[in-house]
């Protein structure tokens, strides 16, 4: 018996081999489990970036058209036409109170936050885990 145990190879070995398909099986398992987490992460990620982007698109625009408005408001004043000013004073005034209530309303977008629990408790317990196997030896 121990003739042919010692020609056994390492591989060849069944106790090595069930713990060889073990470990594998674990870092399938975690390594599944790894990737779900990551891309749920990224998911949220994107989400919360792509409503960003779209706030500041959205404010840029705003802008650009207060800046054509402003251009045009100084324009008439530097000709001094103030019979073109007083013709769009009522257009200007609706058109700043109307660009103050929808830059009142608009907020800035809500971001998922998100938090991984149990991550702890999952270190602890593969450590724990990965100490309680042991090899016991003794001599027959």
Known sequence: MKYTTELMTVNENPTIEKITKTFKSLRAILTKHEN???EKICTIEKR???LVEIFQNELRRKQEELSKRNKDFEGIISVKDYTKLLQDHQ???????MTTQELS??????TTKYRIDEIQELQRTVADTTQRVHIY???E
């Open 36 to 38: 779900e987490l990551k």
């Open 91 to 97: 257009n200007s005034v609706n058109y700043l109170m």
């Open 105 to 110: 309303a608009h907020k800035y977008p809500l």
């Open 48 to 50: 919360n970036k792509d």
């Open 137 to 139: 030896e003794w001599q």
